[in-house]
């Protein structure tokens, strides 16, 4: 963990104030790179990061040769251009030596500017360009929103700093002891232990569907659902798209999703879903969120989706795309303290919390791998726990590399974690030894959880039909079930046994769980909704009400 002594004596931070160099210290990833890594890749997403040790090459791919254009020395800062113009890197930077790096996220970066006058100007001189330019752009920025005030160890707390984060809401945190958790604007009234409905609202986010009747509502908003909406709004229809929480779904928690194609820098699962959101609203698709649909009912081409509140809104198809959950960890005292210490996915917001202390990560899949490579650049260490004896069987082999080379990432195969201990907040557990059956009791910062999946399905139970795990079935599924199907065609593909419901995603049964393949199912359902709605065009369609509200 960085502390104000590292930073301290680089020529950056010359005559800066401690306080604010000691906020931004706290604030940083501390990266440790071997001699010929990278530390940060052409066109990947913007940050900036300060090089607090070794030696490392500007890299550019220059006619399909990576270039060597110069190089940074310790106190040199770098990533400030791509950040100011919203772009991506724009040459990748290499490792000569063993390198210790500070990376910066941007929210960070532009509170830095805005607070510490010489830390613009020094960044300012840097690139050459006047001091009142970088000034007058850091104040403009809007480095934050709103601060969060409250407790850490509050569950609450935690979800509003979550939600804001999923949104790409720039937000501040100030610790302070009590059960409330108050959110502060630079105008307006503050909200005292506001519910996240209630912090959307305040922040201009829609929770009510701008029309009556939609040609197709989407259920769930992780890759699955926003593919369905990019895709549905661009080719002419009017497209809406609902989720419970926030867009993502379960890989909106990924710190890095890199095997994603087009993204050979790989991007985070915020990044992705902030991007595909921001795509499906310039189509025009009416997005909503923190809703949830908990019935749906009707016929063929005149569905009815019900809302937790009693509204209602109809749609000639439907997609659903609720996605799945991480299954609950089976430890005594694990559930009362769920976001207060256990965490159930990435947690992103407690990168910060568990700077220079202990974590550890249950689950051997992609999600949990690249989890624990994030928090190895703030926690003093982590240490992955599985039930198995080998963590390739269920991770992709460039992240089980990229922890072997890690040093300050562990694994404990054959284990499993009995008990979760704390008060207020997680500060032990026990790892049981299925092996050689002993246990012990070690000190954490943060349990993280990545276990197995759970459809989120229930609602749907008497509609569409399901397997024993609630995974929902389509087309040659259906017909092998012998579900009811009330059409003389067979379901399409992605096609449920209720004619024009479809399912996309890792809830439908047998889909591929990659970020990819849910990607490419939203995008196929809509020619299939097409071919549905094709079928049904003798039928009057719903009148459109443009600006009407949900009916009760």
Not at 320 to 327: D, W
């Amino acid at each position: 963990m960085l502390d104000l002594s590292d930073l301290v004596g680089l020529s950056l931070f010359a005559g800066c104030a401690p306080e604010h160099v000691t906020w931004f210290a706290r604030r940083c990833a501390d990266l440790h790179v071997l001699a010929g890594d990278w530390v940060v890749r052409e066109d990947e997403g913007a940050r900036f990061y300060i090089l607090v040790e070794g030696r490392a090459a500007i890299v550019k791919s220059m006619n399909g040769r990576p270039t060597e254009l110069g190089e940074y020395e310790p106190g040199d800062g770098f990533g400030e251009i791509p950040l100011l113009l919203g772009a991506s890197a724009l040459a990748g930077v290499r490792a000569i030596t063993d390198v210790r790096v500070a990376r910066v996220d941007g929210t960070i970066f532009w509170r830095m500017m805005h607070d510490d006058e010489r830390f613009a100007e020094t960044v300012s001189n840097n690139m050459g360009r006047r001091v009142a330019l970088v000034r007058h752009l850091a104040i403009e920025h809007p480095s934050t929103v709103c601060t969060v005030v409250g407790d850490s160890r509050s569950g609450a707390c935690h979800q509003l700093r979550d939600f804001l984060s999923r949104m790409h809401v720039p937000f501040d945190w100030t610790e302070r002891d009590g059960p409330e958790c108050e959110v502060n604007f630079y105008e307006g009234a503050p909200l005292k232990s506001p519910g996240i409905r209630d912090l959307a609202e305040r922040l201009g986010m829609s929770a009510v569907p701008k029309q009556a009747h939609y040609d197709v509502a989407i259920v769930g908003a992780g890759p699955a659902g926003l593919a369905a909406a990019v895709y549905g709004a661009s080719e002419g229809l009017d497209a809406l798209l609902i989720d419970r929480y926030a867009p993502g779904g379960q890989a909106g928690t990924s710190s890095r999703i890199e095997n994603y194609l087009g993204f050979p820098a790989g991007i985070s699962g915020e990044d992705l879903a902030d991007r595909a959101l921001r795509q499906a609203q310039r189509f025009g698709a009416d997005i909503v969120v923190v809703r949830e649909v908990c019935r749906l009912t009707g016929e063929a081409g005149d569905r009815k989706l019900s809302l937790e509140d009693g509204q209602s809104v109809l749609a000639r198809a439907v997609v659903l795309a609720p996605g799945i959950e991480y299954r609950s960890l089976n430890a005594q005292g694990c559930e009362e303290l769920v976001n207060r210490g256990v965490y159930y996915g990435a947690a992103q917001t407690e990168a910060f919390a568990v700077a220079g202390n202990d974590v550890h990560i249950v689950g051997g899949g992609n999600s949990a791998g690249q989890a624990a490579l994030n928090f190895s650049g703030y926690a003093k260490t982590v240490t992955i726990v599985i039930r198995g004896t080998d963590l390739g069987k269920s991770m992709s082999q460039y992240l089980v590399d990229r922890i072997v080379a890690s040093a300050n990432i562990s694994v404990l195969t054959s284990s499993e974690i009995t008990a979760a201990h704390g008060a207020q907040r997680l500060e032990r557990i026990t790892i049981a030894n299925n092996g050689d059956g002993t246990s012990k009791t070690v000190d954490t910062a943060g349990l993280f959880v990545f276990i197995g999946a759970v459809p989120r399905t229930d609602w749907l139970e008497g509609v569409v039909a399901r397997d024993r795990d609630g995974f929902i079935l389509t087309g040659p599924d259906v017909i092998e079930a012998r579900a009811p199907w009330p059409l003389e065609r067979h379901p399409y593909f992605l096609e449920t046994n209720q004619p024009g419901v479809f399912a996309v995603g890792d809830a439908r049964l047998d889909s591929l769980k990659r970020v990819a393949s849910g990607v490419g199912e939203g995008s196929s359902s809509i020619s299939m909704v097409h071919e549905f709605l094709s079928s049904i065009a003798e039928l009057q369609p719903p009148r459109r009400t443009t600006g009407e509200h949900v009916g009760t």
